[in-house]
């Protein structure tokens, strides 16, 4: 959604919730939707983990 205001992504991500949602279930998606971009702009700015060192670090617990 480059480009687009954040307040315009807001709306439209609420839009798209049912109606019956909890302004909770409201905050959650918000925060959910921020932790992905983070993600995203580290992995751009090459901050990322490659997926050998993760399936490294994994091996630990996946091998109990």
């Known amino acids: 959604m480059a480009g ?3 307040k315009e992504q807001v ?3 609420i839009q ?4 019956e949602v909890s302004i909770d279930d409201i ?3 918000l925060y959910f939707k921020l932790q992905i971009d983070t993600g995203l ?4 700015n090459g ?6 060192e993760v399936e490294k670090r ?7």
């Open 4 to 6: 687009v205001k954040v």
């Open 11 to 13: 709306i439209r991500i």
């Open 16 to 19: 798209e919730l049912p109606d």
């Open 27 to 29: 905050m959650a998606e």
């Open 41 to 44: 702009k580290e992995l751009d």
């Open 47 to 52: 901050k990322g983990i490659a997926h050998e």
């Open 58 to 64: 994994m091996s630990k617990w996946l091998s109990r």
